[in-house]
């Protein structure tokens, strides 16, 4: 088999880090990473023209862009990027939100009401408070820099009316939010103005608590982005995306390994084992896990919030957004790890 050269763009994630430097290889595969912080700088270009051959994506855009027949890449049951978000709702203390309930009607800032860590606050509010957003006033833009990240090319609207508006290219969501000019911030970034302004203070202080409690109930473990595989990419070798989704599992389990060394800390974290113990009395023995069957919860909450967020026009079953895991020596689809 000759070898193919493929680029991989994503996040410097430890579960990723053996596809990086090679330790777990795709037979017949060369692997080129592109390793970039900010997600949007990996999002933007493969919306727009297809950029890399397997990247990460915003979870979003694969349940949408799948929708609405405009993805030109498929989506892959691998997540290298998951994070529970009631710590990410703040409030300026002088707007008088003290519950929940108080978002209602109020002025909320967000880097992109289409934004997964956004979808996944909305949907925590409505299904975990029965809090009302309908009367929200939206207000987008970067939350500690100026402009807003990815631009009109990460940009969704949802098909039920929204009240929303870009702030001025000249502010951030942060400042707004110390100064009073939004009520709350939701999204994926703790503002900088957080533990310097008084006023800005997390909706839910207690959020570990709260966090644990909620995959306790639900088994929920919120999923932020996938990775996805060029259409073309695909189409031209079916056997590519099964072979990846078992080597991204191979590289997760020696990074779940390196974290359980006790010899020395993999991590600049002085209790790293307490963590990873806590971890795993918490979440299970594999807490971060690939494929459908274990994430089943996660997916289908996640469906269903797009729907009512108004950018899905009915939940979408996994197996409309995800290729199968693993090839089936029969044909069958196989989701499973």
Known sequence: ????????????????????????AVEGVRIDANVRQRPVDIFSPMIERGAFDIAEMSLTHCYALTAQGRANFVTLPVFPSRMFRHGFIFVNAKAGIRTPADLAGKRIGVQGHQ??????????????HGVDLDGVEWYEGGVNEYGVAGGDIMELRPSRPLRAQRIPATTCLSDLLAQGGIDALVGAFIPKSYGRHGDVQRLFPDYRTREAGYFSRTGIFPIMHALVLRRDVHEAHPWLAPALVQACDQAKAAAWQRLRFSGALSAMLPWLMDHVEETVAALGPDPWPYGIEANRPTLDAFSAMLHDDGYLERPMSWDEVFVPARASAQG??????
């Open 115 to 128: 934004m997964t860590a956004a979808v996944w606050i909305r949907g925590l509010l409505r299904d975990e």
């Open 332 to 337: 069958d689809q196989d989701f499973s790890l």
């Open 1 to 24: 088999m000759p070898t193919l050269d493929l680029t991989l763009a994503a996040g410097p994630y430890d579960r990723l880090q053996a596809l990086y430097d090679g330790t777990v």
